[in-house]
């Protein structure tokens, strides 16, 4: 296993107050435009969700986390160099994974990719 932050943080240096995933990533993807901003605020948001079973509380979850896990993937070919196709099919699988559940699922089930 790879430590990114230790990694980045040694490596290069940047007009940013930290070194987390989140100040970095205006460097190689968009701005974020989910209803979650922050992890503390998913864990007020999955707080009241378990108060009220609001659907799309969960679904505001989904959307963050998914941009975080599209921001690791990226920060690879950011810092790393690793080939832009490479990761970005990566992403796309991850994506159609976290879309389509059940889809995926089945797809393993019956040995494909």
């Not at 430590?3 to 007009?15: N, P, W």
């Not at 810092?79 to 196709?85: E, T």
């Not at 990761?87 to 559940?101: E, F």
């Amino acid at each position: 296993m790879v430590d990114l932050y230790r990694v980045v943080r040694e490596s290069v240096r940047v007009g940013e107050p930290g070194y987390s995933i989140k100040n970095l990533e205006r460097f190689y993807m968009p701005a974020r435009t989910t209803a979650v901003a922050s992890g503390g605020d998913s864990l007020v948001i999955y707080d009241r969700f378990r108060e009220t079973s609001e659907s799309s509380l969960l679904n505001d979850l989904r959307d963050y986390n998914r941009d975080d896990c599209l921001s690791t993937l990226s920060s690879e070919t950011g810092f790393s160099g690793a080939p832009r196709k490479r990761v970005i099919g990566r992403q796309l699988r991850t994506l159609r994974m976290m879309h389509r559940p059940e889809e995926s699922n089945q797809r393993t089930a019956e040995g494909g990719a």
